[in-house]
Nanobody
Framework: QVQLVESGGGLVQAGGSLRLTCAASGRTFSNYAMGWFRQAPGKGRDFVAAITGSGGTIYYADSVKGRFTISRDNAKNTVYLQMNSLKPEDTAVYYC????????????????WGQGTQVTVSS
């Protein structure tokens, strides 16, 4: 089992920045690819970004490329999502996820999910 706890969400004006943090506990963190997803009101859960266990390969949804940065610190069992140049359409609940491979995350699935953190971007 892997437990994931997100933090760092909040209310920010358009153009602003937030950094989300996901703290993991349980099994060996570096064995898992980690990702971020988001779900806007009335919509499905969308892939945002993923990073392999070593941190050597990273993937982004086209909608966030150039604005969001995913990173991880395996010594701290933590993954981050730095979000810059935020737009109102980025408003959503953001979920941290863990999976045995990045392909699972890119397919929109995960082995473990966090409880989510709300990000609201005002115009």
């Amino acid at each position: 089992q892997v437990q994931l706890v997100e933090s760092g969400g909040g209310l920010v004006q358009a153009g602003g920045s937030l950094r989300l943090t996901c703290a993991a506990s349980g099994r060996t963190f570096s064995n898992y690819a980690m990702g971020w997803f988001r779900q806007a009101p009335g919509k499905g859960r969308d892939f945002v970004a993923a990073i392999t266990g070593s941190g050597g390969t990273i993937y982004y949804a086209d909608s966030v490329k150039g604005r969001f940065t995913i990173s991880r610190d395996n010594a701290k069992n933590t993954v981050y999502l730095q979000m810059n140049s935020l737009k109102p359409e980025d408003t959503a609940v953001y979920y941290c996820a863990a999976a045995g491979s990045y392909q699972i995350l890119r397919a929109g699935k995960a082995d473990y999910w966090g409880q989510g953190t709300q990000v609201t971007v005002s115009s």
